[in-house]
Structures are given as structure tokens and as C-alpha cells.
């Protein structure tokens, strides 16, 4: 049994298999998302894929596998390798903190798996050993020359995945692997920094999962993106582009066309710059007819309106974006872009009277606060959804009220009665009052406890932490919210809350 002692413990319940094997190399990815974890995709029966590790932009490891065990994440490679999946897009280097984890990281794998040796791999050849990257694998259109060579470039070896052209892990990162192997290997070299964050190309259009692919039924024209029945949910462009449809009107079970011929929702579709266009259907839009947005940009929330059984994003491309015939394989762009689906592209927040919301600064070391431990036992009914206080006068105990200071907070669940193969999901909500009264909510994407079936008690997961640092304004205070959505079939009960809190 191999855990790595300076990782976030997550283990995950399925998608990976238990059996041990010998483990001759390590492959890098990047997990084409800003998520700070990836545990609750992995958790997801329709995800099919796992990782050993998730190193977070911030230098944080997460281990939801085993590493003698096998995950899901490099194809006919997965019984031989050790995966490392990491937070990002394919467009952007591996920030100095993720370099000096993955470095420390590679270093304790290869003193654990002896088969490995400390060297760059030059292929994905079955007899290939060392530390790679997920590309060696991949087929595509890539240079024909150097490093950023794909399978096809280098004369074919073992396949590591079926997207054809996939960005994993992206070239300048793939362009740091060099150093990182020299380093790994007790050499002390400087290794390429990460450029200033670029916009993405592509994000996910909803945080969800996927529930219909294209055509899963007969004249199906797009994928449809589960959100766990929540009506509200966020929906985002895919791409940038300019909005050319926008429709409001539609009820549940409406069965007239609306944004498209044969579309019953309310929905959006944004035409992009190169002709194309995406069609976002069952959503009450909040942007209007010729709006220029961004990939990322909230242009609606899910909701009830025409012929759905319950609350989804269903996700349409079309190749020409005057005809809706022209619609394609959606799952075609998330392979290109490197992105999964139903992933977090950033956090959300919602603004009630102040228009700019504190601006969160550079993640500086942070040392121990207040810790809290909240013991009296919460009950979430089946299918409901409780927000647990974990501060409310203690904010100015915790110092929640300084100016300025920087917030992290970890905590740690216990979840009784839940079900095998159910789940309750946990997200941070924070709420900044101004002295005024008004305020801004932030939402932060949701964390997955599955439950394992003959234990009654589970420990969630050992660290919800927050994504990213919460910044105090100025005569402002900040109170902290757990919320837990109970999806099982029956009342659960949260037993503990312990809370930790660093500040800079």
C-alpha cells in the first residue's frame, strides 16, 4: 500500500482497479480545469476515468488511488503507470508551486516503485520506462520535430488515449518536463515559469455530468449535462462569441420551437468568430441578442422550460451556424480543447448590491488561525439541501474582520447513514457583508462524499478546502457557510464539522 504522506487523502470507490501491478513509468497530464479537486468527477459512475494524483496550482496534492493499484487515465498504459493529473488548461505553463510538488512528488514514486528510473521517456513503447507525459500516447496533428511530438510523430508505441489531437499536458508545460526529470534526479537546473494566464479557448458550459452523448437517442442533436436537478445553476459560454439567439418565454412542457427549430427550452446560442455556433437549450438566458461574451462568461441558469424531465443543459455544436442540421459531436470539442466535460471552470458569484466584489490577491504562506468543531448532529432529509453556519460572531474571534488578511479553511465531515453508492455534496458558501448590510455570496464548486456500502459511518472527504484564498475588504466581515445536498434516498446525518482557518 502506497500513500503519499504529503497529500490530501481522497480515496475514491470506484472507476480504478484494485489489482496491484508493477509500475515502470509515471505519466503527466493536465486536467484542462481550474477545479481544486477532481475527487467528485472521479466519483461520478459516468466519468470512466481516475488518476493516482491531482497537483493544484498552489503546490497542493491530492492521491485518490493507491499507487500500486491501477487508475484510468492513459490507456493501454494504465497497468503500468502512475498517473499525475494537474490543475489547468492546456495553454498554460505548470506554476512554480505544481514544479516543486511534482519534482518532490516524482522523487518519493520512484523511491516506492524501483521499476521506474529517473529518466525522460523518448516514446510510449511498451519497453519504455521513466517519467512521461500523457502526448507520448496521443495521436495527432503535432510537429515533426522535438519534443512536442505526438505517437504518430514518433513512431507509434502503445495508445494512450482515443481524442485525437488531445492537449495533455499542453506544450509549455510539456516543454518543462526537461528540467523537471533533471531536477527529480538531485540536478539543480531552472525550469521555464508559467506566463501570465491567457483566456481560455474552451470551458465547460455547466459544473454537472454527462448524462445523454449526442445521438444517444435517435435525432438527439447535442449532449446533455446533468446538474443534479438544481434549477439556478450556472451555465457559461463555451466559446467566445456574440449571442444571436435568446429566448425567455418558454414553460415546463412547451412544445413549440423556440431558439431553434425542434428546441422547446429557453435557450442561448452564441455564433463564434470562425462561422460555428453552440446551442445552450433549457436555460433562462441573462444575456441579450448581440452581446459579445467570453469562454467562461455566465449566459444563463438551468431551468424547467419545455420538454425535459428534469433540470439539464443540453449543449449543441453546429458546424454552420445558420443551420441547425449542422450540429456534430460535442465531445469532438472537448477532446480538441482538453477540457471535461461538466468540469469547473472558475468559481462563481453572485452580487446582490455591490457591483465589484473584493479582489482576491496572490496566495502568500498562511499560517493557523482558529479552529472550530461544530458537534451537534445536522440532519439532511433525502434529497434536500441544509447550510451549516460554521461562523457567525466568531468571525471576529477568527479575524475575519482584519483588512486585508487572506483566508483558507479546511474541514473535515463525518456523514452517517449514507448509503453505498450515494452521495452528499458539500461546497463552501461565503457571504462578505459590508458595514451597509449589503453583501455578495460566493459559490464555490461542490465536493462528492460517496458512501461505501456495510459502513454507516463515513469520514468525508479528509479536506474540503477552499479554491482559493478569501480576501477581507475594507469594513467588511465575512461569514462561513457548509453546504451539504443530501442525493441519496433517504435522511442522512452530519455528526461533526471541524473547521480550520489559516490566514497570511
Request: aromatic residues 6%; hydrophobic residues 35%.
Amino acid at each position: 500500500m502506497a500513500w503519499y504522506s504529503k497529500a490530501l487523502k481522497k480515496k475514491i470507490t470506484r472507476n480504478y482497479t484494485a489489482t496491484k501491478t508493477t509500475k515502470t513509468c509515471i505519466i503527466l497530464h493536465t486536467a484542462a480545469s481550474n477545479g481544486d479537486s477532481l475527487h467528485a468527477w472521479f466519483s461520478n459512475p459516468s466519468a470512466a476515468a481516475s488518476s493516482h494524483f491531482y497537483v493544484r496550482k498552489s503546490g497542493v496534492v491530492e492521491q485518490y488511488v493507491d499507487t500500486a493499484q491501477v487508475s484510468w487515465a492513459s490507456g493501454a498504459a494504465n497497468s503500468r503507470s502512475i498517473s499525475i493529473e494537474t490543475e489547468g488548461l492546456g495553454d498554460e505553463a505548470w506554476t512554480t508551486a505544481q514544479v516543486t510538488a511534482l519534482i518532490a512528488l516524482c522523487q518519493w514514486i520512484i523511491k516506492k516503485h524501483p521499476g521506474i528510473p529517473t529518466r525522460q521517456m523518448d516514446s510510449s513503447s511498451a519497453t519504455d520506462k521513466g517519467i512521461g507525459w500523457h502526448r507520448l500516447g496521443c495521436d495527432g496533428n503535432f510537429p515533426e520535430t522535438g519534443i512536442l511530438r505526438g505517437r504518430n510523430q514518433r513512431g507509434k508505441g502503445e495508445s494512450w488515449s482515443k481524442a485525437y489531437g488531445k492537449v495533455c499536458p499542453g506544450d509549455d508545460r510539456i516543454k518543462q518536463v526537461p528540467a523537471i526529470v533533471a531536477a527529480v534526479g538531485g540536478r539543480k537546473v531552472k525550469v521555464a515559469k508559467a506566463k501570465p494566464a491567457t483566456a481560455p479557448r474552451m470551458v465547460s458550459p455547466v459544473v454537472g455530468y454527462l448524462t445523454m452523448p449526442w445521438h444517444g437517442y435517435a435525432n438527439h442533436a447535442g449532449m446533455d449535462i446533468g446538474v443534479n436537478g438544481v434549477v439556478g445553476r450556472e451555465v457559461r459560454a463555451a466559446f467566445a462569441g456574440v449571442v444571436t439567439e435568446a429566448v425567455s418565454w418558454a414553460k415546463h412542457g412547451n412544445k413549440q420551437s423556440t431558439w431553434a427549430p425542434g428546441r422547446t427550452g429557453n435557450g442561448v446560442k452564441v455564433q463564434n468568430a470562425d462561422g460555428e455556433a453552440q446551442g445552450y437549450n433549457h436555460i433562462t438566458p441573462c444575456v441579450k441578442v448581440g452581446q459579445r461574451v467570453k469562454a467562461g462568461d455566465v449566459i444563463g441558469h438551468t431551468d424547467t422550460s419545455g420538454q425535459q424531465s428534469g433540470p439539464h443543459l443540453h449543449f449543441e455544436c453546429w458546424a454552420d451556424a445558420n443551420n441547425h442540421l449542422s450540429n456534430y459531436d460535442p465531445q469532438r470539442c472537448f477532446d480538441k480543447y482538453g477540457v471535461l466535460v461538466g468540469s469547473a471552470p472558475i468559481i462563481s458569484e453572485v452580487s446582490t448590491t455591490i457591483t465589484n466584489p473584493p479582489t482576491i490577491q496572490k496566495d502568500n504562506d498562511m499560517k493557523l488561525a482558529a479552529s472550530r468543531t461544530r458537534t451537534k448532529d445536522q440532519t439532511v432529509g433525502a434529497g434536500k439541501t441544509k447550510t451549516i453556519k460554521l461562523t457567525d460572531k466568531n468571525a471576529i474571534s477568527l479575524g475575519l474582520t482584519t483588512k486585508g488578511t487572506q483566508f483558507r479553511a479546511d474541514a473535515v465531515v463525518h456523514v452517517q447513514g449514507l448509503p453505498g453508492d450515494e452521495a452528499v455534496d458539500l461546497r463552501w458558501i461565503v457571504v462578505d457583508y459590508a458595514k451597509n448590510g449589503s453583501k455578495i455570496v460566493r459559490y464555490y464548486p461542490a465536493e462528492r462524499v460517496i458512501g461505501a456500502s456495510g459502513i454507516s459511518t463515513v469520514t468525508g472527504h479528509p479536506s474540503v478546502t477552499s479554491a482559493t484564498p478569501w480576501t477581507v475588504a475594507a469594513g467588511h466581515t465575512l461569514r462561513i457557510r457548509l453546504q451539504a445536498t443530501n442525493r441519496s434516498k433517504r435522511n442522512v446525518t452530519i455528526s461533526q464539522v471541524r473547521s480550520t482557518y489559516e490566514k497570511n
